[in-house]
């Protein structure tokens, strides 16, 4: 389907039959065989791990692979051929899942641009909706993504897999106890080696690519392979950044750190800081990049801190992690990493070590089983995923403006900074994928 018949059938879509959904549908298929139908979105890479982990759930059924690569999609639906998704149906338009009543929920796993159009889409068809982190390219859209979920009343659950972690949960029920006494900072940090992209030439787009359609909101410009596949996620149009992909993970477990061992003190931490900073840039690779390789954030929060750093060019790790976070009190310190926590007393001797295992099972198990509950999944969008999305894009906003900014979590503003306020969202949006705007917050 082209551009033209995109904008036809996404404003009648949006304007009659999906907002005749009931908002509050519990999943279709599983009342007749207690099966969760679905359909993955975007299975290159991050994608492909979740086509891979929702299809050997023994209670889903992927019914639909969406992908715009030719290849890609033609590898993915392979790798179903002996699974009970074996006769998984291959597709370009996710709207044509989002159509058939057998589906309950989208699975989304393409680049930043994409996250939120399909996420808005699936809540007015009546869906529910994993999605991988952040939750938007930019402010306005993660917002308007919750507001979505909020007025159609969807599970939408953000692919920040720490949440459903037996590992970072029993760390949180040991901040909760008070073991860290009186905490005034946190701090999250990627500190793994990456490698540099080049600066190759344009060239045409790979054959079967509707790379117009995977351009979607972003601005028209020449393909090249480095603004594709894989490192998208360095160009202003696609990604968000390191800061976006990996730091994502690392400041949402130092925020859910950070607010788990106050309220241990009978302090409450706002969702979101007052203001924010940012220092850094291109300072080690020489290629394509546009995003920094090397940053430092800093997260003013009511008598606390939070802090980001980045340097994604060393091999060595910080506290002994490569990429982790960690909370400090005047009684001990706790270090999060992705397979163990360290828990230390006020001078620094280790108390505690916990290790554990991988996540993404149960992250997806547990929004499978919020799509029958109705309960809010362990990363629930509004509650979890947004505000710490939100970090990251306030922290690459501060970096583009190059200054301290003052963000109003009412208006999402910057105040009295126009300039800064224009990094809230796109410039434009190229028509036909149009943010739509969703009055539900």
Known sequence: MRRREFLRTTVAATGSAWATLSASATIASSSANDQVTVCVMGVRGRG???????????????????????????????????????????????????????????????????????????????????????????????????????????????????????????????????????????????????????RP????????????????????????????????????????????????????????????????????????????????????????????????????????????EMRIWTAYPLHDEAEGAAVYGDAGSLVIGNGRWRAFDERGRLVKEITGGANDLPHARNFIDCLRSRRKPHADLETVGHPSSVLCHLGNAAWRAGRSLRFDQQTYRFVDDDAANQLVTRPIYRAPFLLPAIDAL
Not at 134 to 152: C, F, I, Q
């Open 201 to 308: 030439d344009d060239t045409a787009a790979p054959a079967g690519v509707d790379y117009d359609r995977w351009l979607g909101p972003a601005p028209l410009r020449p393909f090249n392979p480095r603004r594709f596949h894989g490192s998208w996620r360095w160009f202003f149009d696609y990604g968000t950044g390191d800061l976006g992909n990996d730091g994502v993970h690392r400041l949402d477990v130092a925020r859910w750190a950070l607010t788990t061992a106050r309220a241990a003190q009978g302090e409450a931490t706002p969702d979101m800081p007052r203001a924010v900073s940012a220092h850094g840039g291109k300072l080690y690779f020489d290629d394509a990049q546009e995003w920094p390789d090397t940053l430092m954030v800093s997260y003013d929060y009511p008598e606390c801190l939070l802090t980001y």
């Open 48 to 198: 492909g791990s979740l086509l891979r982990t929702f299809a050997s759930l023994p209670d889903v059924i992927v019914k639909y692979v969406c992908d715009l690569d030719p290849q890609v999609l033609g590898r993915s639906l392979e790798q179903l051929r002996d699974t009970p998704s074996r006769h998984a149906r291959g597709m370009v338009d996710y709207r044509a899942a989002l159509d058939d009543p057998a589906v309950d929920a989208l699975v989304i796993g393409t680049p930043d641009h994409w996250h939120a159009l399909p996420t808005i889409h699936a809540c007015q068809a009546g869906k529910d909706v994993y999605v991988e982190k952040p939750d938007g390219h930019n402010l306005l859209e993660g917002r308007t993504m919750v507001a979505a979920a909020r007025k159609y009343e969807r599970i939408v659950q953000l692919g920040t897999q720490a949440r459903s972690g037996q590992l970072q949960q029993s760390a949180m029920e040991y901040l909760a106890e008070g073991h860290l006494g009186k905490v005034r900072m946190a701090k999250a940090w990627e500190s793994s080696r990456q490698g540099a992209i080049g």
